[in-house]
């Protein structure tokens, strides 16, 4: 099988700030590809520079065959983006303004109505085709911006967040539509910060973190490479850091349990990786009470893409974005407090 997308050691700075590093990834035909990561981490430009919007530093880019840099054009005619943002004309119906976008796209005018009348179909938008896009909610804009998007049919389709803010119905409705169009053949590539999304939809996912890819798997694989169940536990709302690392010490001496990290960000709550047996929540409780710890509350779950994200850099996916937020660095990996046992 050929690859449709191929992203070859892609780098972007904007003055001093690196927003892209050292990026690859490859997509064969028909598969739907996920760009997982906190905000910052490069998603978006990433995929500006695969659709010709931004010239990178370095690296090669490749779109069902063309060469993105020496053949924009091309590139431009095989694929379809969406982007984050949707900057439709409030004054157009949905219809006037799928009808001026296949004109831009010179389809040939016998097409037309059909291809206008299927993307409404796809996209459950009949009901709102001759109402004042300034009328629609931002559900149905994003879902009339898919629409076209997908008007010209390209074979890479390229979305970044394509479901962010969106309503539960229109998000089911991007969903299945892109569900259709990969049954179709087409290959879609997405970004999104929601980990149940990428885990519903993606074939494979690229882990990113500081405009580098740290993971890049089916998503059931990225789960069962990182082992074992979750138990995320808080001895008090805010644990002071010594009473951290000793229930860490306690904890890590259990033959149940694989790994403890303290996590700071969450006021100094433990994330263990223990054995998936049934008994193992209450074997760690009743060791932490023994000790005479408090438990505050405690959690156990399958491993999550989240977890994934947190073995490698040693925070969350959600402690990234906070941090990102308050434009304070994220602790890297090395200064999280974190004990693994060694294999055995
Ligand atoms: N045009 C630009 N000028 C300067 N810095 C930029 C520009 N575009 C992006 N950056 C910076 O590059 C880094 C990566 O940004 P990018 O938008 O690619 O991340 P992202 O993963 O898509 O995040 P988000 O989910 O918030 O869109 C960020 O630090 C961002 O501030």
Not at 117 to 122: P, R, S
Not at 125 to 144: F, H, P, Q, T, V
Not at 199 to 223: E, H, N, T, Y
């Amino acid at each position: 099988m050929t690859d449709a997308v191929r992203v070859e050691r892609l780098r972007k700075t904007f003055g001093t700030a690196r927003a892209v590093d050292d990026i690859s990834f490859a997509v064969p035909e028909g598969e739907i590809f996920g760009l997982l990561g906190p905000n910052g981490a490069g998603k978006t430009t990433t995929l500006k520079c695969l659709c010709t919007l931004t010239k990178p530093d370095r690296g090669q880019l490749y779109i069902a065959g063309a060469n993105v840099l020496r053949s924009p054009r091309l590139a431009r005619q095989r694929l379809g983006y969406i982007a984050q943002d949707i900057a439709l004309d409030k004054m157009l119906t949905g219809r006037e303004l799928l009808h001026l976008q296949a004109s831009l796209y010179h389809l040939p005018s016998a097409q037309i109505n059909d291809r206008i009348h299927q993307m409404l179909n796809l996209l459950d938008l009949n009901d709102y085709a001759d109402r004042l896009i300034g009328e629609y909610s931002g559900g149905l804009k994003k879902r009339l911006d898919l629409a076209a998007g997908f008007l010209h049919q390209p074979q890479v389709l390229v979305l970044d967040e394509p479901t962010v803010g969106l309503d539960i119905e229109s998000r089911q409705v991007v969903w299945d539509f892109l569900r259709s169009l990969k049954a179709q053949g087409t290959t879609i590539v997405l970004t999104s910060h929601y980990l149940e999304e990428v885990d519903a939809l993606a074939d494979r996912v690229a882990i990113i973190d500081r405009g580098c890819v740290i993971a890049c798997d089916a998503p059931a694989q990225l789960k069962q490479q990182v082992g074992g169940d979750r138990i995320t536990l808080k001895l008090e709302e805010f644990t002071p850091v010594s009473v951290a690392i000793a229930a860490q010490e306690l904890l890590t001496a259990l033959p149940v349990v694989q790994s403890v990290i303290i996590n700071q960000i969450q006021g100094n709550s433990l994330n263990l990786v223990v054995q998936p047996q049934n008994n193992v929540a209450t074997i760690v409780q009743q060791a932490l009470e023994t000790a005479g710890f408090n438990v505050f509350s405690l959690a156990r779950s399958r491993p999550s893409l989240d977890d994934v994200y947190l073995a490698a850099t040693g925070k969350t996916l959600m402690d990234a974005e906070l941090a990102a937020a308050e434009g304070r660095k994220a602790l890297p990996a090395g200064k999280q407090r974190r004990s693994r046992k060694a294999a055995a």
